[in-house]
Nanobody, 126 residues
Framework: QVQLVESGGGSVQAGGSLRLSCAFS???????MGWFRQAPGKGREGIVV???????DYRESVKGRFTISRDGAKKTLYLQMNLLKPEDTGMYYC?????????????????????RGQGTQVTVSS
């Protein structure tokens, strides 16, 4: 059974940084893992995904500012967010699912992954 628990959200001023963590368990050896967010009154938005083959895919608006990484020993997925903007405000969710070998993972599809955590709030003020 997959379990995902996010932490690390908070309030920062524009230009600041935050690092989100997602403690995971039960992840299959072939996976897509990533982050999506939802701003108040808006739909879910896939941000970034990491494939078990090491490839990453980022949403255009976060390229160069956000970095996804994974520590297998600690069973934790990270999202380092730099140069934060007010439009980055939202609830951030970690998500994961089995990846059929050879199939790519896309950031836009993170919102469709079957397993997700409870979310952590990120607020960026101008």
């Amino acid at each position: 059974q997959v379990q995902l628990v996010e932490s690390g959200g908070g309030s920062v001023q524009a230009g600041g940084s935050l690092r989100l963590s997602c403690a995971f368990s039960g992840i299959p050896s072939s996976y897509c893992m990533g982050w999506f967010r939802q701003a108040p009154g808006k739909g879910r938005e896939g941000i970034v995904v990491l494939s078990s083959d090491g490839t990453k895919d980022y949403r255009e608006s976060v390229k160069g500012r956000f970095t996804i990484s994974r520590d297998g020993a600690k069973k934790t997925l990270y999202l380092q967010m730099n140069l934060l903007k007010p439009e980055d405000t939202g609830m951030y969710y970690c998500a994961a699912d089995f990846r059929r070998p050879g199939s790519p993972c896309f950031a836009t599809n993170v919102i469709t992954l079957d397993n997700r955590g409870q979310g952590t709030q990120v607020t960026v003020s101008s």
